[in-house]
C-alpha cells in the first residue's frame, strides 16, 4: 500500500540525504588465501582485492585446526542442532565449547549466545530481573549491543564520559550506597583502538561495592598469555564479574559468551529470553570456536599475538612516518583520521578500485561528525607486500587529494 511504501521510501531517504546510507561490498575470501578475496561490482565484474577491515584479526577462519573441527563435527551430527539448548539443542559440542571458555577466563562458567551482540543485551537487560533496583554505569562509548541490554532493561542508568574514572567516581558517589550496582565497560574501543581503565575500574567497583561487567569482544584471542584478554594480560580478570567476548573475531568462527561465575551463568541461562528462545548453536560452529580457543591458549597462539602486534607496528610506523593523522593508543587497530565523511568515502572508494585494497570508510552514527576515519586491521596474514601495496596507495591519495600531513595527537 502506497501510504506504507511513502514512509519506506522516506526513511530511506534520510539515510542518502544525510550521506549515511549503507552500501555492502560483494566478497569473496577465498580459503588459505586471506587476506585475499574476490570483490563482484555491481556490475557484475570482478576484481582482486586485499581486505584491510576485516575482524579476522588472526586469520583463524582457515585455521586447518578450526577447519577440521567443525567438517568433523558436521559429518558426526549433522548441519544444525535441531532445537533450543532447553529442547533438544544441548550437546557435546556446546558443553566442550562452555568448558573451555570457562578455563580460558579462569570462570566457573560460561554460557554461549548466538552472538556477543545477543549475549551483551541478554545478560544486561536480565540482571535487572535479577537485582530490582540495579543501577548500571555504561561507559558513553560502549558498543550498540551494551547500549541496547541496558535500554531494554528499563531501569537507572548513568552514563559516565568515555574512559573518565573522576567522573564515574562522582556518579557512583551520588547513589544511595545499598543500592545494587554494575559497571558496563569495554577492554579494547574499536574505533579508536583505546583500552579501557580496567584496574581503576575494578577499585572503584570494589570501593562502592559495583559489580563490573567487561566486553573482551576486541581483545580474546589476541592479548594475554592465553588469549583471555586485556584483563588477563593486566592481572585483572578475577577482578572482573562478567566477561563478555565473540568467537566471531579472533576466534574467526562465529557466536558469543558470557564467562562468570556457576551462579550468574545459572540466572541467566534460567531467565534470559535471548538465551531461552532460540535455536543453539549449530555443533559444527560450536566444535570450530572450541577449537580455535584451544589453539589460540597455546603457544601457537602466543605466536601469533606476537606477529599480530608486529604488524600493526610495522604498519602505524610507516604511516606516520609518511606524516598520516594516526589514532594510535598502542592496540592493533590502526585508524587514519580523516575528518569528513565525503572524503572519507571517495578514498575508500579509491583504494578500492584503483588499489585493490578494501577498507570501509567508517561514518557517522559509527563515530562522531568530523572524526570520519578509515580502519586498517592488519593481521599474522597481511604480509610485507601486503603492507607496502597499502602504504604506497595511501602516499600517492594523500597527494592526490592534497589531505592533510599534520600529526594527530592521539
Ligand atoms: C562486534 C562487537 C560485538 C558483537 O559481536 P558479535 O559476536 O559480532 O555479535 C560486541 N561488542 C563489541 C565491542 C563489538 O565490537
Same mark, same amino acid.
Given at each position: 500500500?502506497?501510504?506504507?511504501?511513502?514512509?519506506?521510501?522516506?526513511?530511506?531517504?534520510?539515510?542518502?540525504?544525510?550521506?549515511?546510507?549503507?552500501?555492502?561490498?560483494?566478497?569473496?575470501?577465498?580459503?588459505?588465501?586471506?587476506?585475499?578475496? #574476490?570483490?563482484?561490482?555491481?556490475?557484475?565484474?570482478?576484481?582482486?582485492?586485499?581486505?584491510?577491515?576485516?575482524?579476522?584479526?588472526?586469520?583463524?577462519? *582457515?585455521?586447518?585446526?578450526?577447519? $577440521? !573441527?567443525?567438517?568433523? $563435527?558436521?559429518?558426526?551430527?549433522?548441519?544444525?542442532?535441531?532445537?533450543?539448548?532447553?529442547?533438544?539443542?544441548?550437546?557435546?559440542?556446546?558443553?566442550?565449547?562452555?568448558?573451555?571458555?570457562?578455563?580460558?577466563?579462569?570462570?566457573?562458567?560460561?554460557?554461549?549466545?548466538?552472538?556477543?551482540?545477543? !549475549?551483551?543485551?541478554?545478560?544486561?537487560?536480565?540482571?535487572?530481573?535479577?537485582?530490582?533496583?540495579?543501577?548500571?554505569?555504561?561507559? !558513553?562509548?560502549?558498543?550498540?549491543?551494551?547500549?541496547?541490554?541496558?535500554?531494554?532493561?528499563?531501569?537507572?542508568?548513568?552514563?559516565?564520559?568515555?574512559?573518565? #574514572?573522576?567522573?564515574?567516581?562522582?556518579?557512583?558517589?551520588?547513589?544511595?550506597?545499598?543500592?545494587?550496582?554494575?559497571?558496563?565497560?569495554?577492554?579494547?574501543?574499536? &574505533?579508536?583502538?583505546?583500552?579501557?581503565?580496567?584496574?581503576?575500574?575494578?577499585?572503584?567497583?570494589?570501593?562502592?561495592?559495583?559489580?563490573?561487567?567487561?566486553?573482551?569482544?576486541?581483545?580474546?584471542? &589476541?592479548?594475554?598469555?592465553?588469549?583471555?584478554?586485556?584483563?588477563?594480560?593486566?592481572?585483572?580478570?578475577?577482578?572482573?564479574?562478567?566477561?563478555?567476548?565473540?568467537?566471531?573475531?579472533?576466534?574467526?568462527?562465529?557466536?558469543?559468551?558470557?564467562?562468570?561465575? $556457576?551462579?550468574?551463568?545459572?540466572?541467566?541461562?534460567?531467565?534470559?529470553?535471548?538465551?531461552?528462545?532460540?535455536?543453539?548453536?549449530?555443533?559444527?560452529?560450536? $566444535?570450530?570456536?572450541?577449537?580455535?580457543?584451544?589453539?589460540?591458549?597455546?603457544?601457537?597462539? #602466543?605466536?601469533?599475538?606476537?606477529?599480530? *602486534?608486529?604488524?600493526?607496528?610495522?604498519?602505524?610506523?610507516?604511516?606516520?612516518?609518511?606524516?598520516?593523522?594516526?589514532?594510535?593508543?598502542?592496540?592493533?587497530?590502526?585508524?587514519?583520521?580523516?575528518?569528513?565523511?565525503?572524503?572519507?568515502?571517495?578514498?575508500?572508494?579509491?583504494?578500492?578500485?584503483?588499489?585493490?585494497?578494501?577498507? *570501509?570508510?567508517?561514518?557517522?552514527?559509527?563515530?562522531?561528525?568530523?572524526?570520519?576515519?578509515?580502519?586498517?586491521?592488519?593481521?599474522?596474514?597481511?604480509?610485507?607486500?601486503?603492507?607496502?601495496?597499502?602504504?604506497?596507495?595511501?602516499?600517492?591519495?594523500?597527494?592526490?587529494?592534497?589531505?592533510?600531513?599534520?600529526?594527530?595527537?592521539?
Amino acid at each position: 500500500m502506497t501510504r506504507y511504501d511513502d514512509a519506506i521510501d522516506a526513511s530511506l531517504q534520510r539515510l542518502h540525504d544525510e550521506g549515511r546510507y549503507r552500501t555492502f561490498i560483494d566478497i569473496a575470501r577465498a580459503q588459505g588465501h586471506f587476506p585475499h578475496a #574476490v570483490w563482484t561490482k555491481p556490475d557484475g565484474s570482478r576484481k582482486d582485492i586485499t581486505v584491510w577491515c576485516g575482524n579476522d584479526y588472526l586469520g583463524m577462519g *582457515q585455521h586447518p585446526e578450526v577447519l $577440521a !573441527a567443525m567438517h568433523e $563435527a558436521l559429518d558426526a551430527t549433522g548441519a544444525g542442532s535441531g532445537g533450543t539448548r532447553n529442547i533438544s539443542g544441548t550437546t557435546v559440542w556446546h558443553k566442550r565449547l562452555e568448558a573451555e571458555l570457562a578455563d580460558l577466563h579462569r570462570k566457573e562458567a560460561a554460557l554461549v549466545f548466538t552472538s556477543a551482540y545477543i !549475549a551483551n543485551d541478554a545478560t544486561l537487560s536480565t540482571l535487572r530481573v535479577i537485582f530490582p533496583g540495579l543501577i548500571i554505569y555504561s561507559d !558513553a562509548l560502549n558498543h550498540a549491543s551494551m547500549i541496547e541490554g541496558v535500554r531494554r532493561g528499563g531501569g537507572e542508568k548513568r552514563i559516565f564520559r568515555h574512559n573518565d #574514572v573522576a567522573h564515574l567516581r562522582e556518579l557512583l558517589a551520588k547513589d544511595d550506597p545499598a543500592a545494587p550496582k554494575l559497571i558496563a565497560f569495554e577492554s579494547i574501543y574499536s &574505533m579508536d583502538g583505546d583500552f579501557g581503565p580496567i584496574r581503576e575500574i575494578c577499585d572503584l567497583a570494589e570501593e562502592f561495592g559495583a559489580l563490573t561487567y567487561l566486553d573482551e569482544v576486541h581483545a580474546v584471542g &589476541m592479548y594475554g598469555p592465553r588469549g583471555a584478554g586485556v584483563a588477563e594480560r593486566d592481572g585483572q580478570m578475577h577482578r572482573v564479574d562478567i566477561i563478555n567476548g565473540t568467537l566471531a573475531k579472533a576466534y574467526g568462527v562465529f557466536g558469543g559468551y558470557i564467562a562468570a561465575s $556457576a551462579r550468574t551463568v545459572d540466572a541467566i541461562r534460567s531467565y534470559a529470553p535471548g538465551f531461552i528462545f532460540t535455536t543453539s548453536l549449530p555443533p559444527a560452529v560450536a $566444535a570450530g570456536a572450541a577449537a580455535s580457543v584451544r589453539f589460540l591458549k597455546g603457544q601457537g597462539g #602466543v605466536s601469533l599475538r606476537e606477529m599480530h *602486534q608486529t604488524q600493526a607496528r610495522i604498519l602505524k610506523t610507516r604511516l606516520k612516518a609518511m606524516g598520516l593523522p594516526l589514532i594510535d593508543h598502542g592496540s592493533h587497530i590502526v585508524p587514519v583520521h580523516v575528518g569528513n565523511p565525503v572524503h572519507c568515502k571517495m578514498l575508500s572508494d579509491m583504494l578500492l578500485e584503483d588499489h585493490g585494497i578494501y577498507v *570501509q570508510p567508517i561514518n557517522f552514527p559509527t563515530v562522531p561528525r568530523g572524526t570520519e576515519r578509515l580502519r586498517f586491521t592488519p593481521s599474522p596474514v597481511h604480509g610485507p607486500s601486503e603492507i607496502d601495496t597499502l602504504v604506497r596507495a595511501m602516499d600517492a591519495l594523500w597527494s592526490h587529494c592534497a589531505l592533510n600531513r599534520a600529526e594527530r595527537v592521539a
